[in-house]
């Protein structure tokens, strides 16, 4: 089964708000080495103008990732996870995710293309926190190999 091209153009429902917990940032910071105390340190945080520990940039794919499984369990998009690699990943923040935001993702399907067998499916989770407002768009590219 291919990718339904009718996805392109489709936006999901908003995810459950993620509670942005000090210790998921911390332990999310060491797994990818973060070093900067700004990452761990509250006190080192708010000197630096923050409200508590910031997330490194990457955070935001935890949050990105109850938008994708909306778009993986689709019943019509044709996408057979067992099949997907993870092509590209790309952030644009408004601001950083810090501990104690309380966030909330919109998926939108910006692309499905089909090359060579294979497609490739383009996600935006777009996040905001408890007001509404911006604070990152998630990118994601999903590369969808074609029948053997």
Known sequence: MSVNPEL?????????PY????????EFSRAVFARN???HDPDAARAAGYADVVAPPTFAVVVQ???????LAEPDGGIDFSRVVHGEQRFTFS???VAGDELTATLSV?????????????????????????VVTATST???????
């Open 95 to 97: 601001r950083p995710i």
């Open 37 to 39: 105390p700004i990452n």
């Open 65 to 71: 990732e109850a938008t994708l499984a909306q778009l």
């Open 8 to 16: 392109q153009g489709r936006v999901f429902p908003p995810v459950a």
């Open 142 to 148: 999903l590369v969808v190999r074609g029948d053997e």
């Open 19 to 26: 509670l942005v917990g000090r210790e998921k940032v911390r």
């Open 110 to 134: 910006a692309s499905v293309k089909s090359l060579g067998g294979h497609s490739m499916v383009t996600a935006e989770s777009r996040v905001v926190d408890a007001t509404g407002a911006h």
